[in-house]
């Protein structure tokens, strides 16, 4: 009993910590999301300007950034298939150069490599497969979440919408 | 999560394989240095090394079953703890997944390893 009140109570001073941070973010920051529907696109420019969504210059790049973050992933993946459809799989996989860190990493590693699985909407079997992977990661930290809907709400009913607004980055 | 990491990234990069050579200074892979501090590293000497890096590049401290978190005689964890956007050059398109780092500078000590990374490019 005494374990499971002080589990209690630990897990209401995160949750007390993490929404006056968020507060404190959102008084800071009044312009700013915190959770936006889709990562930030962003393409920087040497003047500093890191807010702007739209390109200022015309110049095709020749090397990109993935950021991180596991569902951002799925995003990425859309860009890899839109830059491929708009510069060419040939060039950009053999030309660009690419880095990334965390997930973005994976998705950077494939991109140089020409890996086709990044740019193409996985069929039911990698479906499934990455279900059981989300399910699992879930089920680590939380094991009161970990249950399919949530698994396939947390997924595919987001990811696939990411995977679709990743077509349409940096003028793509 | 490294097991899983694991399955793909030995398919891609088998051992005795020669792949890192064509991805040496083409691609870079970010990893925070303990205790703080972040690094692009983007030379490899072997396939097992750049998976090691790739591991060490998607590892959580406590959360993940990482087999490696030593890269180069040093301690390494997630890339995203301490990515700095700023250092990402302007020439680069950069697709980011978190606000925070986007619009808040990290409070860490960065190594502007970017300059250095891309300076020999």
Redesign the interface.
Known sequence: MLSRTSSSTLVALSSASCISIYFW?KLL?PK?????AA??????????D??SETPTDSTP?????????S??ST??TG?LMGLRNTFGAETVNNT???????????V???M??G?TEFGEWPDESVQENVLR?TKR?IT??CEALSNTRFARKQSFSRSSSHWLK?QG??GL | ?ST??NE??RE?LPDGGD?YL??NG??????TRFPYGDE?I?QWSSNRDLRN??NA??CIPF?TNAEVLNVNGRWVA???LT?D??D?????????????????RAPFVHTRAWQAATLS?
């Not at chain 1, 790049?61 to 973050?69: L, R, T, V």
């Not at chain 2, 020439?91 to 619009?103: D, K, V």
Request: proline share 6%; hydrophobic share 45%; glycine share 12%.
């Open positions: 973010y920051n700013q999301s915190l959770l936006p990562p930030a696109i962003i393409k920087s420019q040497s003047s500093g890191l807010t790049p020749n090397a990109i950034w993935f950021g991180g973050g569902w951002a995003y990425h860009v660009w150069k690419a880095g990334g860190a965390s997930a973005g990493a994976a950077a590693l494939g140089l490599l890996k992977l990661t680590v930290p990743g980055g940096w | 999560m899983y990491t793909f990234l891609w792949e064509y991805l083409r691609l870079f892979i970010g990893v692009v983007s890096t790739c590049s998607m959360y997630d890339g995203c990515q956007t700023n990402i050059p302007g020439e680069w398109l950069a697709y980011l997944s978190s606000p925070l780092r986007t619009h808040i490019r």
